[in-house]
């Protein structure tokens, strides 16, 4: 019986064959290769397709204004905790009291050791103020001392004048009285019973009397005499010892004043450190870390007792970038980043197409890398061309960056990623001032290398 293929065909399918099953149809291979050969035109398409460079980063958030960054309070003196009166996580505003603290020093244990200075202080300057007085009292004195001279001398004088005045006339009454007692004793010789014994007496009795005058008279002049030449002496020894005390009083009062210029110092030193006691907030923002905790703990003078988050910073991103690449990037360059724990995706070359990252400019770039060798790049929000960063966003929160540079092809990049060739940029496009300052005469050149690049 002959059996035809279609006859064989319809036998086959009523059998439970698990290998015909498997096998495919005849034009498999063809689809299969459609598929491959659209596939390698797709890559070789893509290869044409733009690409946009860029410079990759990582960093974290932080505060351009360095007053907004997390700022540690230090004690100013060695002291011990006494009381806390805020917590972690609380908000605080500027002046308030986070923690006070005693003193430890001996020279400081007395609590009254500031008005017991300013009492010695004000007791030192009524010291001063009577020895000032006496200072006056004792220059009045010495004035008066020379006008008492001056008058005493004048008076002398007119003495001494006046004396001599008087003893002139002593001598003119002296002279007329001898001469009278000679005519009356030749008289009394000659004439006997012309001159009476009585009247001769009485004239020797006048001359007598004359003489004894005159040498009163030379003794009230001689001892005026000696007043007057007395007088300078006996007041310049007074004048003397009331200069000398003036002297002392007023070295007195300049060791007084020196005394009380160093207790004002320490009053002020005193009142200054009695303000250390208690550690304010210097801004609002919330309490962050205690790094003491409890009461009765030792603390060192400069030694940090809490840390302060400012509660307004004006946010920015720090970006670290390798040496190669710093060249590339001036202020004012368009960065997308996005931030740990917000969902985005990126892709590098398309910015166009990527999602959940925010755009941002270069600010600053530091002149000289960190420890690890790389530079730290400051990023601002940029506002003009997208929407704000999250208010949400925290200090020190991760932070991926690109740089955007020029437009190139995928096939460039993919060429230019193998053989590990630099980034392309502008040769028109000028690069950034430190990028060219790597010594004189020829930072220009290297400059034009990396552009030509």
Do not use: C
Request: hydrophobic content about 40%.
């Amino acid at each position: 019986m002959a059996l035809s293929d279609l006859d064989i065909e319809r036998e086959l399918k009523h059998l439970p064959l698990e290998t015909t099953a498997l096998l495919g149809e005849a034009n498999t291979g063809r689809i299969v290769s459609r598929w491959l050969l659209g596939i390698l035109i797709t890559l070789f398409l893509v290869l044409f397709l733009p690409w946009q460079q860029s410079v990759r980063g990582e960093g974290t958030v932080t505060a351009l204004d360095p007053a907004d960054r997390p700022q540690e309070l230090p004690t100013r003196i060695d002291g011990r905790i006494e009381q806390w009166f805020v917590q972690e996580g609380q908000y605080v505003n500027k002046g308030d009291s986070i923690v006070r603290i005693s003193e430890i020093k001996e020279e400081y244990l007395n609590p009254n050791v500031l008005p017991l200075t300013s009492q010695q202080q004000s007791a030192k300057e009524s010291a001063i103020g009577e020895k000032q007085n006496k200072a006056a009292a004792l220059s009045t004195l010495i004035s008066q001392l020379d006008a008492q001279r001056d008058f005493k001398l004048q008076q002398t004088a007119n003495k001494i004048e006046q004396y001599r005045a008087e003893v002139r006339q002593a001598v003119l009454e002296d002279s007329v009285a001898r001469d009278q007692l000679r005519r009356r004793e030749r008289l009394f010789r000659d004439t006997l019973g012309l001159v009476s014994v009585n009247e001769l007496q009485a004239f020797q009795i006048r001359a007598q009397s004359a003489s004894a005058k005159l040498v009163e008279k030379q003794q009230m002049l001689l001892s005026a005499q000696t007043d007057l030449s007395s007088i300078p002496a006996e007041y310049g020894e007074k004048i003397s010892k009331a200069r000398s005390d003036r002297a002392s009083t007023l070295a007195e009062v300049s060791e007084g004043r020196s005394e009380v210029a160093k207790l004002k110092d320490k009053v002020g030193s005193l009142t200054i450190r009695n303000s250390f006691y208690l550690i304010e907030a210097p801004q609002d923002g919330y309490v962050v870390r205690a790094t003491k905790a409890g009461q009765g703990e030792i603390v060192k003078a400069g030694e940090p007792i809490v840390t302060i988050q400012p509660a307004r910073p004006s946010k920015a991103v720090e970006l670290f970038v390798k040496p190669m690449d710093i060249a590339l990037l001036k202020p004012g360059r368009h960065v997308r980043i996005f931030f740990d724990g917000w969902p985005a995706l990126q892709i590098s070359g398309w910015p166009q197409v990527a999602s959940g990252t925010f755009g941002a400019q270069v600010a600053v770039i530091d002149q000289f890398p960190n420890r690890a060798g790389q530079f730290r790049v400051l990023l601002v929000p940029d506002t003009t061309r997208d929407e704000p960063w999250p208010a949400q966003l925290r200090l020190g929160t991760g932070v991926q960056g690109w740089a955007m540079l020029d437009n190139v092809t995928v096939g460039w990049e993919i060429w230019r990623q193998l053989n590990g060739f630099p980034l392309s940029i502008n040769p028109n496009e000028a690069l950034p001032a430190d990028a060219v300052a790597g010594g004189k005469g020829t930072g220009k050149s290297d400059a034009k290398s990396v552009g030509k690049k």
